[in-house]
């Protein structure tokens, strides 16, 4: 039951990501400030939804571990971390100050400059969220470990 739970969880998490993300770029590039400020407003709501499956994730994961050990286990711990890390002191007062600013419609060059962070941020929390998953599956036995 908690591989499921944690499995769940974090394709949940990498999925509400991956929608920040990509309704970012695509409102940036091709909609107009409306657009942009609905979407930075939607991201603070859905940090309501991310954080706790982001909580299940670990938390799952770190009871799942107990018991193990080995290198991809440690990986994950350490990726955890960072994701988290960059989490709550990055991605969270990021998405708060861009909301802040595109509601007043504050589009100045600092805007454009914290939404690139968020971006490259996002996008690496992502990656290392796959990485996580990648590792998931091979301690689960469902992806076979690359021999070396
Ligand atoms: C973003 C973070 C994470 C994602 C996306 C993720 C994803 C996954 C996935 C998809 C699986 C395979 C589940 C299955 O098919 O049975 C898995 C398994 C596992 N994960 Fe994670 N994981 C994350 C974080 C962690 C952390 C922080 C730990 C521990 C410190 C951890 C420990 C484990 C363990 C031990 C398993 C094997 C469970 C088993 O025995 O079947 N994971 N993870």
Known sequence: MKPIVHAIAGSAAMLIIAGFWTSTLLSEV???YAAVAAVKHAIVYGLFLLVPFMAVTGGSGF???KTRKGSLLEQKKKRMAIIG???LLVMIPVAIYLNGKAATGEFDA???AVQVVELSVGGMQFTLMSMNFRDG???AGKLR???N
């Open 145 to 147: 470990p690359r021999a």
């Open 137 to 139: 599956l091979k301690l």
């Open 110 to 112: 600092f805007f454009y």
């Open 30 to 32: 091709f909609l107009d």
């Open 85 to 87: 890390t960059n989490g």
């Open 63 to 65: 009871a799942l571990g």
